[in-house]
Nanobody, 122 residues
Framework: QVQLVESGGGLVQTGGSLGLSCVVS????????LAWFRQAPGKEREGGAC????????IYGDSVRGRFTISRDNAKNTVYLQMDNLSPEDTALYSC???????????????WGKGTRVTVSS
């Protein structure tokens, strides 16, 4: 079992930045690729970014590429999502997830955190 606990959500103004963290624990967690997803009110969950367990290779969704940066610190068992140039369209529940194969496809995830809410005011 792998456990994921997100933090860092909150309220930010349009054009601002926010950083999210997700602490990962559990047997074998260091071998999982880690991803960030988001779900806006009334919309389906959307894959944002994923980072490989060892190579550091990243995948980004079209809606966040160029504005969001995913990174991980394996020594701290933590994955981060730095979000810049935020807009109200980025308002959502942000969740981190663990997957064996790097992907931002929702059905490809093996474990999920409960999420942290981000609200961007106009």
């Amino acid at each position: 079992q792998v456990q994921l606990v997100e933090s860092g959500g909150g309220l930010v103004q349009t054009g601002g930045s926010l950083g999210l963290s997700c602490v990962v624990s559990g047997s074998g967690s260091e071998y999982y690729s880690l991803a960030w997803f988001r779900q806006a009110p009334g919309k389906e969950r959307e894959g944002g970014a994923c980072i490989d367990s060892s190579s550091g290779r990243t995948i980004y969704g079209d809606s966040v590429r160029g504005r969001f940066t995913i990174s991980r610190d394996n020594a701290k068992n933590t994955v981060y999502l730095q979000m810049d140039n935020l807009s109200p369209e980025d308002t959502a529940l942000y969740s981190c997830a663990a997957t064996i194969l790097p992907t931002i496809v929702t059905s490809g995830m093996d474990y999920w955190g409960k999420g942290t809410r981000v609200t961007v005011s106009s």
